[in-house]
């Protein structure tokens, strides 16, 4: 597993003070819970500790009530102390000001984002409930971090939630949260900064490599796409692909079949290929409709813009990637791998205790292929209303409708267009663009408030878990709060 104390994009020693705070939170918590190690830990609630015998004599009971006693007053101090970080780190912003508007500081958002491996008061790692929780001796939390964690908790224990949780508003962490086994069969347990393959969210960044192409003057959105593959990828255009564009591909309007859906893929998707090879897979199947008049949900356009992102720079998706986005953003956990993720990344499970098969990235690819953890979903987010990831009109653009959804909504939840690698909707009358992620054993939802910045990042190893429900539920308490 990676330890994400090694990870920040800018290193504690510049900013001293919060090295001071974090120097005294070991001080006071006795270090990091190991890796590996199963652990509930908080201090939003009260922590009780639970004991497996319950016939203590009389003086060993006296002796044990006292190290509850000690333990609480440590959790206090922490909490008190943790208040002061989050401040420090975090500082309130005055007036209405949009912290979108202010000088982004990557190394104060690093330091939120990546220093709870020591279990700060926001964050929460467990592999099983919490059990007698005793709050007698505390007032419940009404806060927004509060709620979310306990409601993190009850989906964890009811067995409906296993997988990495980050929720942010403004740069402060309000929850960050993990539950359940990146691997099943050696117990080791998910992680706030365990990896995962977040599928459909590579949407999200292929389509805004494309832009960032576009912006160079390699390529033009409304360009047919068959100059691109031609004869790199495919020997000549199949007739009904000559008006395909570029935007269409990426906005699921080409009429290109589903490669995903074809039983030859599924058969493959363990074995390493070649993207011609998955090109070849639907370059002669008939169109679902004439390209530009309608909307239906594809890999295979996906696939085809990797492919001519690959063509226009004369060189691997992978080192694209790295080069104009997770480079650029010290992503340091999000990469492509033509073969698996980094070692320690979580397993996918169809349910708990139902293995998934070991998916190869080649067969992935520019559609699904991308691994990252809720930390960096969460930075790559922000780096949109800070205008890092690119100039403000291309943002917009990135976020700017482009084809209606069908009246059940696109991929069937709540949406009303698609733009580039984006679903388009509103909450609570709020701006929302998001995307969900699903296959072979990985589900996953980035969500992004961009007027009120907003990041809620949920991420499974299981496939059959509503991460969508569970990321909707959370950003609603965030706006409510």
């Not at 920040?8 to 001071?20: D, H, T």
């Not at 190690?37 to 009780?48: C, F, K, L, Y």
């Not at 101090?77 to 990557?106: E, F």
């Not at 996918?348 to 067969?363: M, Q, R």
Request: charged share 20%; proline share 7%; with cysteine.
């Amino acid at each position: 597993m990676l330890d994400s104390r090694t990870l920040n994009g800018e290193k504690m020693a510049k900013c001293p003070n919060i090295v001071g705070f974090v120097a005294m939170f070991s001080a006071l918590t006795g270090g990091a819970v190991p890796l590996g190690t199963p652990a509930v830990a908080e201090s939003t609630v009260d922590t009780t500790l639970t004991s497996q015998d319950g016939d203590h004599p009389a003086a060993h009971k006296r002796q044990h009530d006292k190290q509850r006693q000690s333990v609480r007053e440590r959790q206090r101090q922490r909490q008190n102390l943790l208040r002061d970080v989050t401040l420090a780190v975090t500082p309130v912003q005055k007036g209405g000001t949009d912290s979108r508007a202010l000088p982004y500081n990557w190394q104060k958002s690093d330091a939120v984002a990546n220093s709870y491996n020591n279990q700060d008061s926001r964050s929460e790692i467990t592999s099983q409930p919490a059990q007698n929780a005793d709050s007698s001796s505390t007032t419940p939390d009404a806060s927004p971090g509060a709620k979310m964690l306990a409601y993190l908790r009850d989906q964890a224990a009811d067995e409906k939630f296993t997988g990495s949780v980050l929720v942010m508003r403004r740069g402060e962490v309000l929850a960050r949260f993990a539950a359940g086994e990146a691997d099943e069969e050696r117990h080791i347990p998910n992680r706030p900064d365990t990896i995962y393959r977040v599928m459909s969210i590579t949407k999200q960044f292929t389509s805004m490599l494309v832009l960032k192409l576009r912006d160079r003057g390699l390529l033009k959105l409304d360009d047919p796409v068959c100059p691109y593959l031609v004869p790199a990828y495919i020997k000549a255009c199949p007739a009904a692909w000559r008006p395909i564009t570029i935007r269409e591909s990426l906005t699921h309007t080409s009429g290109i079949p589903n490669v995903e859906k074809l039983p030859s893929y599924l058969a493959d998707v363990t074995r390493p290929t070649t993207t011609r090879e998955l090109i070849r897979k639907f370059a002669n199947l008939p169109l679902d409709f004439k390209p530009g008049t309608s909307w239906k949900y594809t890999n295979s356009g996906y696939v085809l813009a990797g492919a001519i992102i690959q063509a226009v720079t004369h060189k691997p998706y992978g080192d694209v990637l790295q080069e104009l986005i997770t480079g650029p953003l010290h992503l340091r956990n999000t990469g492509y791998s033509r073969r698996y993720p980094p070692e320690g990344y979580a397993k996918g499970y169809f349910t708990l205790g139902s293995p998934a098969p070991l998916l190869n990235g080649s067969e992935l690819f520019a559609a699904t292929g991308i691994y990252s953890t809720v930390d960096d979903i969460a930075r790559w987010d922000r780096a949109f209303g800070s205008y890092r990831v690119a100039p403000p009109a291309t943002v917009k653009q990135a976020f700017t409708p482009q084809a209606p959804c069908p009246s059940t909504g696109c991929l069937d939840l709540p949406s009303t267009a698609y733009a580039f690698g984006w679903l388009v909707d509103r909450l609570q009358g709020h701006r929302l663009r998001y995307h969900p992620g699903l296959f072979m054993g990985y589900t996953a939802s980035n969500m992004y408030l961009p007027d009120d910045d907003i990041q809620v990042v949920v991420l499974s190893n299981v496939q059959d878990t509503d991460t969508a429900g569970i990321a909707r539920h959370l950003a609603t308490l965030a706006l409510d709060s």
